[in-house]
């Protein structure tokens, strides 16, 4: 008894030790927060940005730097959970924001900047023939749920087990279901406020077990109109899919004549032509958000002529999908000069300098004793710290068996170190970011790998 108590005293104050820094060093941001709770539950308008004991509040971001309300410095491995890919306030899109800022926020009326920007998604996409702006990927994800059932006539859904596409009810579904998920292809909806009925509507099936998912797309063919996967489950942490199973999936959902929609929302960044092009694999239907919108507010989702007809406004009949802001004239034209921006040359230097980070955080941790598998692809990647197994995370279930219970402590350390990240773990490089800023991140995850060794140690044991 007396050795359990002591381990538990060991990370207990190694917990303490770390969010009394935290504290010390973030008084206004405190100060902010007691001020929110009272007109926003929790304090919070976003379940992202929230952590405890309250969260750093940015006064403003330049580059790969944000500065906090008490004047703290951070690099930016965030970027607005992946959406900032030039960091912020970049010289060119800000001029590109006042100039259209200047002609009227929003006109009521399509712009020619709409047109530019589908022209830009359609020439790297070689999938999308067409598509549809709306103003959040949560919003594309719903329309490419619609355009699949309009397409098919069949109004059932597979996604994978824990990914995340954003907060349509059709697609919260085991998102995070827990170390006692249901069998698959039953699917959990994720917490109050959701319709059970969602589960019948909703399958459910695991990420990279080609096997398992085929032989449901099979068993279901005649309800399913479409199965939904990230080529790189993001949320989940940052788990790639096998060339295997996406081209499996490919194929299954053919022979069944169910449509394929790939979520890039976040993955859009690994290619010019997305993950889609990285892999080979062509889905029937692709969204976006994210990078497209140059930092602004946005959603895409787009596909053939022959599917994306359906929302064709002159014929008699087509699916109707409004949207006040859908086509925002400056989100048009920041997104445009953000693709522009976005070369071949700089994805692959992005893409290097998430290959530098993970390699460096792994090492770190390796060097301080901290179990930990630090997965992702490109500029993308997520530190499962606490991960004992040997096997790799490919997988909700695999990724689970990580020790969830470090990711809060790692985060306030990494803020204590001045490096902003998700706090369950996930990480993202931006164009603004260089080598030396890679290496800095690295060097303090090295720090907080050394303060959060032990208490792992005195949890194992
Ligand atoms: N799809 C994926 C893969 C996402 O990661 C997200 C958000 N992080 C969404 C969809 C929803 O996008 P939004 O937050 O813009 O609604």
Redesign the pocket.
């Known amino acids: 008894m007396t050795v359990t108590a002591s381990h538990d005293q060991t990370a207990s104050a190694a917990g303490a030790a770390v969010e009394a820094a935290y504290r010390a060093r973030t008084p206004h941001s405190r100060a902010l927060h007691e001020r929110a709770v009272r007109s926003l539950p929790g304090g919070s308008t976003r379940a992202?940005t929230f952590y405890l004991p309250y969260p750093a509040y940015m006064a403003r971001g330049a580059g790969c730097r944000l500065t906090d309300a008490d004047d703290n410095e951070y690099v930016d491995c965030l970027n607005n959970?992946?959406s900032l890919i030039h960091g912020h306030a970049h010289p060119q899109l800000l001029a590109t924001l006042a100039e259209h800022a200047a002609r009227g926020t929003a006109h009521g009326a399509p712009v020619e900047a709409e047109i530019a920007l589908a022209e830009a998604i359609v020439r790297r996409v070689a999938a999308v023939e067409q598509l549809r702006f709306t103003n959040?990927?949560?919003?594309?994800?719903m329309g490419a749920i619609r355009a699949a059932r309009a397409a098919t006539g069949r109004s059932k859904v597979l996604k994978m087990e824990g990914?995340?596409?954003?907060?349509y009810d059709a697609?919260e579904v085991s998102v995070d279901p827990g170390p006692n998920p249901p069998s698959w292809p039953t699917g959990r909806p994720d917490g109050v406020g959701l319709s059970p009925g969602l589960g019948g509507e909703v399958l459910v099936a695991p990420f990279n077990d080609l096997a398992t998912t085929a032989a449901l797309i099979d068993r279901h063919r005649a309800d399913l109109a479409a199965v939904i996967v990230?080529p790189v489950m993001?949320?989940a942490g940052v788990i790639p899919g096998s060339r295997e199973f996406l081209s499996g999936l490919r194929a299954a959902t053919t022979a069944a004549g169910v449509l394929l929609i790939f979520?890039e929302?976040?993955?859009f960044r690994l290619a010019a032509g997305g993950a889609q092009q990285h892999y080979g694999v062509t889905p029937d239907l692709t969204?976006f958000?994210?990078i497209i919108g140059g930092g602004l507010?946005?959603?895409a989702f787009g596909g053939s002529a022959a599917v994306m007809r359906t929302f064709d406004v002159r014929r008699p009949g087509a699916v109707s999908l409004s949207g006040t802001f859908n086509g925002h004239l400056a989100a048009m034209a920041m997104g445009l000069a953000a693709l522009e921006l976005l070369t071949a040359s700089e994805i692959a230097r992005i893409n290097a300098l998430g290959d530098r980070l993970r390699d460096g955080l792994q090492r770190s941790a390796d060097d301080a004793g901290l179990p930990a598998l630090i997965t992702g692809m490109g500029s993308l990647g997520h530190i499962h710290a606490g991960h004992q197994s040997s096997l790799p995370i490919t997988s909700y279930r695999t990724a689970i068996g990580t020790s969830r219970a470090l990711a809060p402590l790692v985060h306030l350390g990494l803020l204590n170190h001045g490096v902003f990240a998700a706090p369950r773990g996930m990480f993202s490089v931006s164009t603004a970011m260089t080598e030396s800023d890679v290496d800095a991140v690295v060097a303090a995850f090295a720090e907080v790998a050394q303060l959060v060794a032990p208490v792992m140690e005195a949890q194992a044991s």
Do not use: Q
């Not at 959040?136 to 994800?141: C, D, H, K, L, P």
């Open positions: 992202g959970y992946t959040s990927g949560t919003e594309a994800v990914a995340y596409h954003g907060s697609a990230e993001a949320a979520d929302v976040v993955t969204t958000g994210k507010p946005i959603g």
